[in-house]
Structure formats: structure tokens, C-alpha cells
């Protein structure tokens, strides 16, 4: 729980606070401060303001992906949709009965500007990086080692061979309107490598809620190439070979976690 005092004020409508009666108060879970949810996390608001808020959803998952994965004597915080905190058992350790589970998948904000900034790189390389005199079938050679979406297709089929099936949702409320059993909230990172700085890294997360946004499972993938250690080999450290093989440490965590 946040600090709480008489005369404070309601962070969302900024009106007083009766301290005594119906509110949503946390404690300090968000760090980043450039997150517009950052001045929340440590506050309290009217039950009713909470209610009508429209970052509310967000707001849930947040807290249950940060507070909600931490485990004191076998049990940890689960915040439901009013923003009221119950106590359940810390028994995310499998999903039972994975492909009779009919999976969701949404692509974070992080992971859908990564892909955004990758796709004009792949652009950029496709037109020699604004360099006339570079051979044609040069800039096809660097464009065809590039496949920014490939990651978002090789991610789709590993959950097919895990879940009933999958659908693309846009946002948790989409996913509570779809009737889905689970929904895959996937982070995507990426260090795109150049010829000045050839490293290329792939940092995958797929963090696993039920139907009421209450964190299942994890499951991460990380890999990374550099050119320089192998210089023989050009294509190896290619962004689809590094996607490629960051979702098969996924796909491992993933054959740990689906039952
Ligand atoms: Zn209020």
C-alpha cells in the first residue's frame, strides 16, 4: 500500500481523498519513471475513479506481471480487475492441459515500436542505405538476410504445437472480450548489429496470463552473434538466424511450462 495520510487527493480526478472509505491505493511497482503509469504506482484513488479509468486494464497487468510474480510462503498478490489485492497460491509453475487452451497473443508497445524500427532498417538496406553507387545485388543480399516479422511467425507456430490454437488480439481487453482460455504477451528487444558495430541480439519474453490477468508463466529466449567471432560463416549472424534461434530457447521454456 502506498502511504497513506489524511489530505491527500485522488491521482486521477485530483479531488480529496476520504481515506476511510472505498479506495485503490498501491505501493511503488512501476520504476520507470518515463512510463505514463509511473505517478500511479505509489497513490491512491477513488474505487469509483478506478473504475471509469481508462488506463485500468494496463494498470492490472502491470501490477500482477511486478507484484503479482513475487512469492512470500507460497502465495502471492493478485490484483483483480476492481484493483482490490487478494492473496492466491504461487502455483504458476505449468500451464495444465496446454492444447486444450485456445491462446491469445498480444504484442507489447516495446515489442510493436522494435518491429516498427526494424522494418525501416530492412528498408534502408533494400535501398543500399542511401547509397546510389551500391550494387543491386548487394542491397538484395543485405535485404534478404532481414525478416523483421519473422519472429512474430516462428513465435505463432511454436504456440500452435503447444495451445488449441492462436489468435493475433490488440490489448487485454480485446482478449477478455475474445472468450480465449490464455493470452501471450510478447516483449521483443533487439540490437540491430551494422558493419561498425556487428553484434546482433534477440531477447524474447512471453509472459502467460489467465482469463482473470493473473501471470501463468515466462518463458524467455536470448540470443546473440557477432560477425567479428565469425567471420567465415557471413549470413550466420544474420537477424533471422539470431531471431530464429532466440525463439528456440523460448520454445524450450515453453516445453518446460505447457503440460
Ligand atoms: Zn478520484
Given at each position: 500500500m502506498a502511504l497513506i495520510y489524511e489530505g491527500m487527493t485522488c491521482a486521477i480526478c485530483d479531488q480529496s481523498l476520504d481515506i476511510h472509505g472505498a479506495i485503490v491505493a498501491t505501493t511503488h511497482f512501476i520504476t520507470d519513471e518515463s512510463d505514463p503509469l509511473w505517478r500511479f504506482s505509489d497513490a491512491a484513488m477513488h474505487y469509483s475513479c478506478f473504475q471509469q479509468w481508462q488506463h485500468r486494464e494496463e494498470f492490472v497487468r502491470k501490477y500482477n506481471a511486478t507484484m503479482g510474480t513475487m512469492i512470500w510462503d507460497g502465495k502471492r498478490q493478485h490484483m483483480k480487475m476492481d484493483g482490490s489485492i487478494e492473496y492466491v497460491p504461487a502455483d504458476f509453475t505449468h500451464v495444465a492441459a496446454s492444447r486444450t487452451k485456445r491462446l491469445g497473443m498480444i504484442l507489447s508497445n516495446e515489442a510493436a515500436s522494435t518491429l516498427k524500427h526494424l522494418e525501416e532498417r530492412t528498408k534502408a538496406a533494400r535501398q543500399g542505405y542511401g547509397d546510389p553507387k551500391l550494387r543491386q545485388d548487394i542491397r538484395d543480399r543485405h535485404a534478404a538476410?532481414?525478416?523483421?516479422?519473422a519472429v512474430i511467425d516462428l513465435l505463432t507456430l511454436l504456440f500452435r504445437e503447444k495451445f488449441a490454437d492462436v489468435t493475433r488480439v490488440d490489448d487485454f481487453q480485446a482478449f477478455r472480450a475474445s472468450g480465449l482460455d490464455i493470452v501471450a504477451v510478447v516483449d521483443l528487444r533487439v540490437v540491430d548489429g551494422t558493419s561498425r558495430h556487428p553484434l546482433t541480439a534477440v531477447d524474447i519474453r512471453v509472459h502467460l496470463f489467465d482469463d482473470k490477468a493473473c501471470k501463468i508463466g515466462e518463458a524467455r529466449g536470448i540470443a546473440r552473434r557477432d560477425y567479428l567471432s565469425n567471420p567465415e560463416t557471413p549470413g550466420e549472424d544474420s537477424l533471422l538466424n539470431v531471431q530464429a534461434q532466440a525463439v528456440r530457447g523460448v520454445a524450450a521454456q515453453l516445453t518446460l511450462l505447457c503440460k
Open positions: 538476410h532481414r525478416d523483421p516479422r
